[in-house]
């Protein structure tokens, strides 16, 4: 009995598990809108950048915020963060146009062609444009070199769409493979009558199809290695974004992704309890004037409000870390202030002047 206590012992309230696994090449980061997602991630690669050689943040959410988050203007190419030789910062847009996907997948004439074959996909299979857009994405991620990527990740309902992009590619690819079986003849004769007018070969096309597929495979596998990818929580502790976490990890767990650890942020006093509170409110509050009162009898319904949250997320996560980071009095941004907020990440104990 004593062993099986134990066992159901809570894990550690710290992301110290992630610094800690060496072999983690993409971390992301998501949760619903507004609940700290950018600096979460921001302060995870603060702490990974302290362990590791390279450390690279990609947002992919298009409400871009990492330039906000360190107080430095970021673009869609890798720039590293003043202050540090490790730390790189990205923001991109994941839905990129056909046309775009075009250039990058060739030039000239041929590129015509393979906007007009995107162009023909995208009419003929739903949602094929985006999912072709990630796989370019994707094989610009895998092409960097970084030790480990955090991916800063749009609301739930648009990374789950990400997240499932390799599988709904696989399906699509199985589609256009087959009707290239079937009329692989008459295809092949088309793309002679129209090579002249610079229409790629199908052989050139087919290839380029290919190289995609392969390397959505190759995401699809590392999406689903639990040492190579993991995917962290983000939320507050109210009942709109405990539910949203709930179908966050419902949905990974379907993907066979990785996910087993939870931040909490905006937490009013995480390391004590609303009772131990309102005892001391009822001792003192004689002494206050009576708009003081009305304050501190707002402040304690919400302390009471979150500690209920706070103990289903306890309840429902049992066998995850969750980190309950404090709500402060000021903004996290710039480099010093992540800093200091990054260090609840791995020390519960750790409290600044700020929240004392």
Not at 230 to 237: K, L, N, Y
Not at 248 to 269: A, G, P, R, S
Request: hydrophobic residues 40%.
């Amino acid at each position: 009995m004593a062993a099986l206590e134990d066992d159901l012992e809570a894990l550690p309230a710290s992301l110290r598990n992630i610094i800690d696994q060496k072999s983690l090449q993409w971390i992301f980061v998501g949760g619903k809108g507004g609940v700290g997602k950018t600096t979460t991630s921001c302060c995870l690669a603060v702490q990974l950048a302290r362990t590791r050689d390279k450390v690279l943040i990609v947002s992919t959410d298009p409400a871009h915020n990492l330039s906000d988050a360190f107080s430095q203007k970021f673009g869609k190419h890798p720039t590293g963060v003043v202050g540090y030789d490790n730390l790189f910062c990205m923001e991109i847009d994941p839905e990129i146009d056909v046309e775009d996907l075009a250039e990058l997948n060739g030039a000239g004439a041929e590129a015509g062609g393979i906007q007009s074959l995107m162009t023909d996909l995208t009419q003929a299979i739903p949602g094929i444009d985006e999912a072709m857009s990630f796989a370019e994405l994707m094989k610009q991620v895998q092409k960097m070199d970084y030790d480990v990527i955090v991916f800063d990740t749009a609301p739930t309902g648009h990374t789950l769409r990400l997240l499932a992009m390799p599988t709904m590619l696989g399906k699509a690819f199985d589609k256009i493979m087959a009707l290239k079986n079937k009329f692989s003849g008459l295809f092949g004769q088309m793309t002679s009558m129209m090579g002249a007018q610079g229409m790629p070969s199908a052989d050139t096309l087919l290839e380029k199809l290919e190289q995609t597929r392969e390397i959505n495979e190759r995401v699809n596998l590392t999406f689903k290695d639990s040492s190579k990818t993991t995917f962290v929580c983000v939320c507050i502790p109210e009942f709109l974004s405990l539910y949203e976490t709930e179908r966050l990890v419902q949905e990974l767990t379907k993907y066979d992704m990785d996910t087993h650890n939870i931040v909490v942020n905006q937490v009013l006093f995480p390391d004590k309890d609303a009772n131990e509170l309102a005892e001391w409110y009822e001792g003192e509050k004689d002494k206050l004037p009576e708009q003081a009162q009305e304050l501190l009898s707002k402040l304690l319904a919400r302390k009471r409000m979150q500690d209920k949250y706070v103990d289903q997320i306890w309840d429902l996560y049992e066998d995850f870390h969750v980190v309950l980071m404090p709500l402060l009095n000021h903004e996290v941004r710039g480099c010093e202030k992540l800093e200091a907020f990054s260090e609840h990440l791995v020390d519960a104990s750790h409290v600044t002047e700020d929240e004392s």
